[in-house]
């Protein structure tokens, strides 16, 4: 896989990179340090009466922020938020105009209330459309003593601008103290294990799904690299709520009287987006037509969440509409990407077989269907089927994708109406999820082994192409590794049983990278751990295939290669001297190191490796090692 290397330097640059690097650089409110887990880049006691890096939220807010020594935790002196008129209203700390993009930082902080805290700790950003988007990060701070925030993961991208944290929460008087900004320390990979795309990939495609987020998080994304980069599914960013644009909607609406024609923004996806263009990796599209994610106003006259519903005939109109902006907007932006394949519909039976009860989203959790509700019954498939094949490129492949797909009330329901779609030429595929469970021993794991098997035996009798969308496996929760050689075995009955069927399969997607990235996290279900290390399961399944050389840890040396990029030039003297200056953000890898000793080879890396490389681009030295005199 192609990555992302450093911007090629002049002789002059590099000279000038040299310099600084020397140079201990101060972008904190104290010096810099470094800690157990990480570097230190701002930390605020408020002990010097300083207070300038914290603002209100606005105009609107009437949060007054000032130093207070009325309350304290390790000095005399705390930041005090009076004057709160509304629970939004609250001290912010903006991170893009002083923290880098896709880089990792923990926010660790003290916050108490004058009498009672009732806060919590938020994030928001506005984006490429010029919408703000607003998240929690840590709820429930409630208490009448000091509360602590501990190393809660924030990140952004480069698309994203107005960037903060916040507290929030009660309209009381609040205090904080002993606010820290501490870059995420990096994490290596194992490097020296086979990659599951070589020992895999000859079969079907083997990829995984990540969010923005992910991208900020250099070992999530070299687990990426190495194992999933056949295929990318962006996680929720791809979904019709991120997707749909309701001001834009209802603009459109206003302005034209037409309100059948959705309007559509990838801004949420972008960066993933971004990243697969730029590495070249396949996508797969999740996903069109969801009763859940999708939000009610979809469904409503005029686009309002206390809107009447409309008709099944107006919603047709929409929807083909919503399909044909989806795909003409998604392939004009990314004309280079291979969108490979596509859940047109998602979800829409019961485990019984039946489809869902009509209603809102918002209503009994996400069980009920809009769609439902407008059409009173599943007709609404077909037509969805039909719109993607009008739409969708030539080479993106159509699939119905559901959970718990191998129960046999959902099982023949998706069967019959598959079969019924591939007489009318409208799909291509059935995707598995395979949220599975292997719970404490294999005789009580759902689904066994067994009948997975001859649920695949099923899908691939009906000569349609089957996809594995979303697999993962959990433990009981929070049980630590006791049930991994359990887990491990089940995990091995199911990829042995999937590629037994490997004929009649073209992708096996797993849902996340590792353990604590999960949405099932508490439940243990990935191949990697929470230090991004392979568990019994990775080995397990590996086990009884071929391994191809070249991913068992024999890689070959190309002196001077520091970035391992294949070439020898310049970049390499700037990732040498990125690493001599600060090796926890800009680390070689074990392999990187290696090639970088490419002056006095044997003494480690030094500036003199990076001299070397820059003689040997003026042409001082023809070749690699260098010994310097």
Partial sequence: MKKNHITKLSAGSLAMAMALSAVPMSCSAESEKETATGKVVYSFDFEDDDVSSFTNRGENDTTEISVSDEASVSGSKSLLASGRSQSWNGPAFRLDDKLEPYTEYYISAKIKGRYYTDSMLSFQYTN???????????????????????????????????????????????????????????????????????????????????????????PVMSLVE????????????????????????????????????????????????????????????????????????????????????VSSEKMLARMENYIKIYFETLTELYPTVDFYACDVVNEAWTDDGKPRQAGQQGQNGSGQSAWVQVFGDNSFIEPAFTFARKYAPESCKLYYNDYNEYMDGKLNAIVEMATSLKEKGLIDGIGMQSHLDARQSLDASFPSVNVYNKALDKYSALGLDIQITELDATIPENSGEQYFDVQADYYKGIIDAIYAHKDNISALIVWGINDDGSWRAKQSPLLFNSEYKAKPAFYSIIEGHDIPEET??????????????????????????????????????????????????GDGVTGLDALALQRLEAKQITELPDVAE
């Fill in 128 to 218: 490429s459309d010029g919408e703000t988007k607003y998240s929690n990060l840590v709820q429930n701070l409630n208490g009448s003593d000091w509360i602590t925030v501990d190393k809660v993961k924030v990140s952004f991208t480069d698309e994203m601008t107005g960037v903060y944290v916040y507290f929030e929460g009660g309209q009381d008087d609040i205090f904080i103290d002993d606010f820290i900004v501490e870059e995420v320390p990096s994490t290596d990979i194992e490097k020296d294990i086979p990659s599951l795309s070589a020992v895999f990939g000859d079969s079907f495609k083997v990829g995984t799904a990540i969010t923005p987020n992910d991208l900020s998080s250099k």
């Fill in 226 to 309: 190495k194992h999933f980069g056949q295929s990318i599914t962006v996680g929720n960013e791809m979904k019709p709520d991120s997707v749909l644009n309701k001001t834009a909607c209802q603009e459109y609406f206003k302005k034209t009287g037409d309100d059948t024609v959705p309007q559509i923004s990838f801004s949420a996806a972008k960066p993933v987006l971004n990243y697969c263009r730029d590495n070249k990796i396949p996508v797969r599209i999740h996903t069109l037509v969801w009763h859940s994610q999708t939000p009610d106003w979809f469904f409503k006259e005029g686009y309002e969440d206390d809107g009447e519903w």
């Fill in 552 to 601: 068992t840890g024999t890689a070959k040396t190309l002196l001077g290669d520091a970035n391992e990029d294949g070439e020898v030039n310049i970049a390499d003297a700037t990732a040498i001297i990125q690493h001599l200056g600060n090796k926890d953000k800009y680390g070689l890898s074990e392999q990187g190191l290696i090639n970088a000793d490419c002056c006095n080879v």
